[in-house]
């Protein structure tokens, strides 16, 4: 161990138990656990801004306006305009988005089956842009091309992509 190393475990060792207010709060803010995400959850999952209903938009885009629609309409028009972009531009159309959890093997899986493209789960989950990291369960000629198709978002965790502002989504 180096001397400047061993003389600040020294001085820590010195200071143990007599930190005053302002030392315990630099502590704090320098030597916090847990990233970001998590310490906006309790935010998010308290919000008045939380969807707890799928919600279908009535009014032009940006307006803000939705009216309540069932989990089967929902999930019927999510099912319908799936289909229609594949068989109007083909699966490579449809963009999964995966985390590295166990929760994401059945989304991998419906991604597999259709044959198309997922994001690798592990650079998702470190922040990284998802448009950079594409895998395709299919060969894809030209990724490029693929990423300017339109791409419909299968939302597969919503809450695992949060950014550090509580009110703002990365989509």
């Not at 369960?137 to 550090?164: C, E, F, K, V």
């Amino acid at each position: 161990m180096g001397a400047a190393v061993r003389a600040a475990h020294e001085e820590r060792a010195r200071g143990a138990g007599r930190a005053g207010p302002a030392d315990r709060a630099r502590r704090a803010r320098h030597e916090s656990a847990g990233l970001p995400e998590g310490r906006v959850w309790s935010h998010c999952h308290h919000s008045q801004d939380r969807v707890l209903h799928p919600l279908r938009r009535v009014g032009g885009r940006g307006e803000g306006r939705f009216e309540r629609v069932s989990w089967d309409d929902a999930l019927a028009a999510i099912a319908d305009a799936m289909l229609d972009a594949i068989e109007e531009q083909g699966p490579e159309s449809i963009l999964t988005l995966l985390t590295p959890e166990p929760g994401a093997a059945p989304a991998r899986l419906f991604a597999n089956a259709l044959g198309t493209p997922t994001t690798d789960g592990n650079a998702e989950f470190q922040d990284f842009s998802p448009g950079w990291h594409v895998r395709s369960s299919t060969r894809i000629r030209s990724r490029p091309s693929t990423m300017n198709q339109l791409i419909l978002y299968r939302w597969t965790d919503a809450l695992g992509h949060l950014t550090r502002d509580p009110g703002e989504i990365r989509w």
